[in-house]
């Protein structure tokens, strides 16, 4: 017969440790299928080949002055030479400056109603307020321009002068004060106001400052900004912009994009809600996104948007922040650059970081597949995967154990059954006592000599 090998002891602790090895095996793969599944653990992999995104530090911490006399926060080049500034923007930035916000916005409203065809017409008792407030303002700033150019005769001759302001002002009013009751302007003198307007945005401009926080200066600059984005469509947005600029851009040559409409794209890696009190814009909430550059700045893009794709999650009153997990969705903004904004993080130090407005960012949420399964929570696959393995090792143990192979008759017993078969007794496969090899041998001596 063949030498089969008996079966081995289930019982024993090497056998045991043998099965809840294998066991051990089966659940990591079920826990490493769980999380291969998963598509943007895949996203290394459509990057090979593609150009290189490693991640560059740029340092924006802002440092302390090292003497009294200087400051980060506002350098010199910086602060606008208001007297190379052209007469009218520098007679205009006093009128607007003297003016209340209040005021300044029913101005900036009655000229984009006129631009835009629509009805400008204001209330009689708004109308006069309005018009009595720039005569007062526009009789001191004559006033003290014709009280400095009679005290310096050394003045260019190619300089506006006093009257000359005062003509200006006088057509201004003319077109404003008919706008405000309604009536229909002429298309040059449309084109007078659109000049004025454009005048405003130059004045609002030239009032920010770069490594700093909001300043009240820059309200006039914030609210123009927004009012374009709400009034310019997003397709031409996105063909009025020259294209990508990169952190560093945006960073190094704030003043050169000031204002301007740029290109970005970036992860999104933080939305907030941020309340808003702009009723003349109908705005009433604004949403900050925190953006990782696309070019693998480790610095932050911080734009601010009037809202949000419908595929982008939305942060509410109850949960004004939502963070996203690395590495976020890939969004592109067409935004107006502001400038390079101070804020404070975690550790309490001062960065600085460029800061933009835009309409909506432009977001292309991936397709899911229709039969891709909702994400469910880890422990829960684990749980489960333990029990079927479980279940499974149990049911190979009780089939090894109910269908074990017989031992193996030993030679000594076959002997011994052959003896017992040979002199006619019962022949068993399980012997209830040892047998005796010598008893057996005298017997078998004693029949060959009878027979002899």
């Given at each position: 017969?063949?030498?089969?090998?008996?079966?081995?002891?289930?019982?024993?602790?090497?056998?045991?440790?043998?099965?809840?090895?294998?066991?051990?095996?089966?659940?990591?793969?079920?826990?490493?299928?769980?999380?291969?599944?998963?598509?943007?653990?895949?996203?290394?992999?459509?990057?090979?080949?593609?150009?290189?995104?490693?991640?560059?530090?740029?340092?924006?911490?802002?440092?302390?002055?090292?003497?009294?006399?200087?400051?980060?926060?506002?350098?010199?080049?910086?602060?606008?030479?208001?007297?190379?500034?052209?007469?009218?923007?520098?007679?205009?930035?006093?009128?607007?400056?003297?003016?209340?916000?209040?005021?300044?916005?029913?101005?900036?409203?009655?000229?984009?109603?006129?631009?835009?065809?629509?009805?400008?017409?204001?209330?009689?008792?708004?109308?006069?307020?309005?018009?009595?407030?720039?005569?007062?303002?526009?009789?001191?700033?004559?006033?003290?321009?014709?009280?400095?150019?009679?005290?310096?005769?050394?003045?260019?001759?190619?300089?506006?002068?006093?009257?000359?302001?005062?003509?200006?002002?006088?057509?201004?009013?003319?077109?404003?004060?008919?706008?405000?009751?309604?009536?229909?302007?002429?298309?040059?003198?449309?084109?007078?106001?659109?000049?004025?307007?454009?005048?405003?945005?130059?004045?609002?401009?030239?009032?920010?400052?770069?490594?700093?926080?909001?300043?009240?200066?820059?309200?006039?600059?914030?609210?123009?900004?927004?009012?374009?984005?709400?009034?310019?469509?997003?397709?031409?947005?996105?063909?009025?912009?020259?294209?990508?600029?990169?952190?560093?851009?945006?960073?190094?040559?704030?003043?050169?994009?000031?204002?301007?409409?740029?290109?970005?794209?970036?992860?999104?890696?933080?939305?907030?809600?941020?309340?808003?009190?702009?009723?003349?814009?109908?705005?009433?909430?604004?949403?900050?996104?925190?953006?990782?550059?696309?070019?693998?700045?480790?610095?932050?893009?911080?734009?601010?948007?009037?809202?949000?794709?419908?595929?982008?999650?939305?942060?509410?009153?109850?949960?004004?922040?939502?963070?996203?997990?690395?590495?976020?969705?890939?969004?592109?903004?067409?935004?107006?650059?502001?400038?390079?904004?101070?804020?404070?993080?975690?550790?309490?130090?001062?960065?600085?970081?460029?800061?933009?407005?835009?309409?909506?960012?432009?977001?292309?949420?991936?397709?899911?597949?229709?039969?891709?399964?909702?994400?469910?929570?880890?422990?829960?696959?684990?749980?489960?995967?333990?029990?079927?393995?479980?279940?499974?090792?149990?049911?190979?143990?009780?089939?090894?154990?109910?269908?074990?192979?017989?031992?193996?008759?030993?030679?000594?017993?076959?002997?011994?059954?052959?003896?017992?078969?040979?002199?006619?007794?019962?022949?068993?496969?399980v012997e209830e006592e040892e047998p005796n090899f010598d008893g057996l041998l005298e017997n078998e001596e004693e029949g060959r000599g009878g027979e002899g």
């Amino acid at each position: 017969m063949p030498n089969i090998p008996p079966p081995p002891n289930y019982l024993s602790r090497r056998f045991q440790l043998k099965m809840l090895s294998l066991f051990a095996a089966l659940a990591l793969v079920i826990v490493l299928m769980s999380i291969v599944r998963k598509p943007q653990n895949w996203q290394w992999f459509f990057r090979i080949g593609a150009t290189s995104t490693s991640t560059r530090h740029v340092d924006t911490r802002v440092r302390p002055p090292t003497s009294p006399e200087t400051t980060p926060l506002v350098s010199g080049e910086d602060i606008p030479a208001r007297a190379d500034a052209p007469s009218e923007q520098r007679a205009w930035w006093q009128v607007m400056e003297a003016l209340n916000d209040r005021s300044r916005r029913h101005l900036e409203q009655l000229i984009w109603n006129t631009l835009s065809g629509e009805n400008a017409a204001l209330e009689p008792e708004l109308q006069e307020r309005l018009l009595s407030d720039l005569d007062r303002n526009w009789s001191s700033v004559l006033a003290a321009q014709s009280s400095a150019t009679d005290f310096a005769d050394d003045q260019p001759e190619s300089s506006p002068r006093s009257a000359e302001l005062g003509q200006r002002w006088q057509l201004w009013r003319e077109l404003l004060a008919r706008a405000a009751r309604g009536d229909k302007l002429s298309e040059p003198e449309r084109q007078v106001l659109g000049e004025l307007d454009a005048l405003f945005d130059r004045i609002a401009c030239r009032q920010i400052r770069d490594n700093t926080s909001h300043r009240r200066s820059e309200v006039m600059a914030w609210e123009r900004l927004l009012a374009k984005l709400k009034r310019t469509p997003a397709d031409r947005l996105a063909s009025a912009s020259p294209g990508n600029v990169a952190f560093l851009q945006l960073f190094d040559q704030g003043r050169v994009y000031r204002c301007r409409l740029v290109t970005i794209s970036g992860y999104v890696r933080r939305i907030e809600r941020v309340p808003s009190k702009l009723e003349m814009l109908q705005i009433e909430v604004l949403y900050r996104l925190w953006l990782k550059p696309a070019d693998g700045t480790d610095a932050p893009f911080v734009v601010y948007c009037l809202e949000l794709p419908p595929s982008l999650p939305r942060p509410t009153k109850d949960q004004p922040v939502i963070q996203r997990e690395p590495p976020g969705e890939l969004v592109t903004c067409h935004a107006y650059f502001f400038k390079n904004w101070l804020y404070q993080g975690t550790n309490r130090t001062a960065y600085l970081a460029p800061l933009l407005l835009t309409r909506a960012p432009l977001y292309d949420a991936p397709p899911t597949p229709a039969d891709q399964p909702a994400d469910s929570d880890p422990w829960t696959v684990i749980i489960y995967s333990a029990i079927a393995a479980a279940c499974i090792a149990l049911v190979v143990t009780w089939y090894a154990w109910r269908y074990r192979p017989e031992a193996p008759t030993s030679p000594a017993l076959q002997k011994l059954q052959q003896l017992r078969a040979a002199r006619g007794e019962q022949v068993t496969d399980v012997e209830e006592e040892e047998p005796n090899f010598d008893g057996l041998l005298e017997n078998e001596e004693e029949g060959r000599g009878g027979e002899g």
